[in-house]
């Protein structure tokens, strides 16, 4: 159990678009959900953390009004990149985890969606 | 943020070998946990260690909490080729829920 899938796992976007990633919990109930950004041979950075039905909230400089992020259910949260320019591309993973945020509860990690701005 | 420090950086061992990977920090966290991450794919987890001292084992994998809950080590008995992988050792604050991730260290074995 506890399995979370991204879609798209790659995509590859025009300089100044917008590209939709989606984030879904398959079979538990994501109180909340987590989106992280990794550059090659670089960590895992957390970008925002979401809590289905409230605003995100984004770590120290991360641009909401650039990477806007949904929660609108229990299942599915979205990351837009809006007018995405080379240096977005990146590989991005969110995780879900079945408390709010402020407790301990585990993230289960998504595979990722890599994504290449021309 | 809470920096963690993984070494070595990169690894690169024959099947057999012992290896020793470590996560060292300045900070106290509430727990630690470890990740293992193939290319392309999102980090699965291994363990997480709570309590200063302790010690898991999972299989030929071993994991220490250290004393002051500043740091850790996972160390690998008889390594094996399917043991390739970017292991990311991440700390929990003891003040929210954030994960700190290390750098990783990326792990070959080769045949």
């Known amino acids: 159990g506890a399995v979370v899938s991204q879609h798209p796992s790659w995509v590859i976007c025009k300089s100044g678009t917008s590209v939709k990633i989606e984030c879904r919990s398959l079979?538990?109930?994501?109180?909340?959900m987590f989106w992280y950004r990794q550059f090659p041979k670089q960590s895992l950075m957390l970008m925002a953390t979401s809590n289905e039905g409230s605003k995100a909230t984004y770590e120290q400089g991360v641009e909401k009004d650039k990477f806007l992020i949904n929660h609108a259910s229990l299942t599915l949260s979205t990351l837009t990149v809006t007018s995405a320019h080379p240096e977005d591309s990146s590989f991005y993973i969110c995780?879900?985890?079945?408390?709010?945020?402020?407790?301990?509860?585990?993230?289960?990690f998504g595979p990722g969606t890599r994504l290449t701005v021309l | 943020t809470q920096l963690l420090e993984q070494s070595p950086q990169f690894l690169s061992i024959q099947e057999g070998e012992n290896l020793t990977v470590y996560c060292n920090s300045s900070s106290v966290f509430s727990s630690l946990q470890w990740y293992r991450q193939e290319p392309g794919e999102g980090p699965v987890l291994l363990v997480t260690?709570?309590?200063?001292?302790e010690v898991k084992k999972l299989k030929r994998l071993t994991f220490q909490f250290g004393d002051a809950r500043k740091d850790s080590s996972l160390h690998i008995t008889a390594a094996q080729p399917g043991d390739t992988g970017l292991y990311l050792c991440a700390g929990l604050a003891n003040s929210g829920y954030a994960l700190n991730f290390g750098k990783g260290t990326s792990l070959l074995v080769t045949p």
């Open positions: 079979d538990f109930q994501a109180t909340t």
């Open positions: 260690v709570v309590t200063g001292g």
């Open positions: 995780s879900a985890s079945k408390g709010l945020a402020g407790y301990t509860d585990t993230q289960y």
